[in-house]
């Protein structure tokens, strides 16, 4: 009997855009809600919409 894995993960394009933030420097803070801090700034994930302050990639 094999087993299929169901994705229950949401919002797939925000997923890959917190992993691309990750890359260039940004740094996990809480994860509920998902917040994010480079250089004094910080930017917060929530509904799948990122919300913030002005920031530089």
Do not use: C, D
Request: proline letters at 2%.
């Amino acid at each position: 009997m094999e087993l299929v894995r169901v994705e229950q993960r949401e919002f797939h394009a925000m997923r890959a855009h917190v992993a691309q933030l990750l890359a260039k420097g940004w740094v996990i803070t809480s994860r509920n809600p998902l917040t994010l801090v480079r250089l004094g700034q910080t930017v917060v994930i929530r509904h799948g919409m990122l919300i913030g302050g002005h920031y530089n990639q």
